[in-house]
């Protein structure tokens, strides 16, 4: 339990993880399987004619698409960077289903909001969902925003399945107001500081109350508070706490209205690219910023004509011009005969990039080979190109030495190349 700054709210406790806190499902007044399980996929289910598949899971931490490779998450249990999310393209749990991994993220300001990055985008099957965009200030806002006493549909835990990827359940209830910079401590004692919404748990026969009527607990943090405007969903919260008014408990959001601008600035950042997944720890540290929006992988920073896709691949200052070539080339003399080499360095643990080894006497027609790191360097088909060295430099690259796997004859020229997508 916190003291917080809104007098309505007596007591409040983070949604936080913790080794001691109980958890539980989403409560659901007249909760069925068919009505409020996404996965039984009955066409009662309350939510049955909307799409629901920009919404992702990795175990219980939760993740929205606001486009086809970003996700918005709840700062205090978001997903993290590594790890695997799963979208399911309907509410069939044998229907088709899609991977990503998250590889870079943002707080939003010192609010419980977080920005992810997927290594790929969603095909279009997958529909990101929109989000509010105007921001409340005060109360008067709130009102115009047309918020007040709204329907909204609450996730969380389903009651049916302990199946993680598959556990969400879907109730409902209604705005009831908004807190403006609310603070609740989470876990580690890290403060969040934001613009909230919250529902209110009421009892059968309350004005207030609606069939389905929903209140959160917790890990149900991160999944999205949804309204349908115009016909279709949008997101208006983030799902943040849980509390009571004195009365009744309450299940909080951070209004992502507020946020919308931020938001926007990670997705037209990040917009449709593909990004290796070690490529977010690598930029922030090399660039010494949290700012994801700074270092997308298309920019070029420091202007030397390499993008920082390019300079994460070949292990490159993305902040220094480097304009001295990509490689060295050096020849190898074995039983009197000469081979090319190649000496790049690469990063280790991202198969993400696929690094391929090109030899061959015919520019138009080199030979290829895969070159990947797996508790060591190897190639694919020695037949194109060998490892001469591997030395580790420890800050998760390698610089290797190619040597060509044919040798260099008078008259007949050989060409190596490295490459990676
Ligand atoms: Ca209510
Ligand atoms: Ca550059
Ligand atoms: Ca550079």
């Excluded at 609310?182 to 529902?199: E, K, L, R």
């Excluded at 209140?215 to 009571?244: C, H, K």
């Excluded at 591997?390 to 796997?405: F, V």
Aim: net charge negative; aromatic share 10%.
């Amino acid at each position: 339990m916190i003291r917080v700054k809104n007098p309505i709210i007596l007591g409040m406790f983070a949604w936080a993880i913790s080794s001691s806190a109980a958890y539980a499902d989403i409560t659901i007044d007249d909760y069925t399987d068919a009505t409020n399980d996404r996965f039984t996929n009955d066409a009662s289910f309350i939510a049955a004619s909307y799409s629901l598949s920009a919404i992702g899971k990795v175990s219980l931490r939760w993740g929205t698409l606001v486009s086809s490779n970003v996700v918005l998450c709840a700062n205090h249990y978001h997903p993290l960077v590594g790890q695997t999310m799963t979208f399911y393209a309907t509410n069939d749990p044998n229907g088709d289903s899609q991977q990503r991994t998250v590889v870079a993220g943002e707080r939003i300001g010192e609010s419980d909001l977080w920005v992810g990055v997927l290594n790929e985008p969603l095909p279009g099957t997958y529909e990101p969902l929109p989000f509010m965009n105007s921001s409340i200030t005060n109360a008067i806002y709130f009102i115009q925003s047309g918020l007040s006493n709204a329907e909204v549909f609450l996730l969380g835990r389903s009651p049916n399945t302990d199946d993680v990827a598959l556990d969400t359940g879907v109730g409902k209830n209604r705005i009831t107001s908004v807190l403006f910079n609310q603070s609740v401590t989470g876990t580690d004692d890290v403060v969040a500081t934001g613009t909230a919404i919250y529902t209110t748990q009421n009892s059968s026969g309350d004005s207030a109350y609606v069939t389905y009527e929903a209140q959160l607990q917790n890990y149900d943090s991160g999944a999205p508070m949804l309204r349908v405007i115009n016909g279709e969903l949008t997101i208006v919260g983030v799902n943040w706490f849980v509390g009571s008014d004195g009365t009744n408990n309450i299940s909080g959001a951070t209004y992502v209205g507020n946020y919308a601008a931020e938001i926007q600035a990670i997705i037209d950042a990040y917009d449709g690219l593909s990004v290796p997944s070690g490529y977010g720890d690598w930029a922030s540290t090399q660039f010494g910023s949290t700012d994801i929006t700074e270092y997308p992988p298309n920019a070029d920073n420091d202007g030397d004509g390499r993008t920082n896709y390019d300079e994460y691949a070949l292990a490159y200052d993305p902040t220094t011009p480097d304009y001295y070539a990509p490689s060295e080339f050096s020849t190898a003399d074995l039983s009197g005969s000469h081979y090319g080499q190649l000496t790049v360095t690469l990063q280790q643990n991202d198969n993400d990039l696929n690094y391929l080894i090109y030899s061959g006497a015919d520019l138009s027609s080199l030979a290829s080979t895969t070159l990947r790191y797996n508790s060591g360097w190897s190639v694919g088909n020695s037949s194109v190109a060998v490892i001469s060295s591997a030395t580790d430099n420890g800050d998760n690259t390698w610089t290797l030495t190619l040597r060509d796997a044919t040798a260099v004859t008078e008259g007949s020229p050989r060409f190596m190349r490295v490459s990676y997508d």
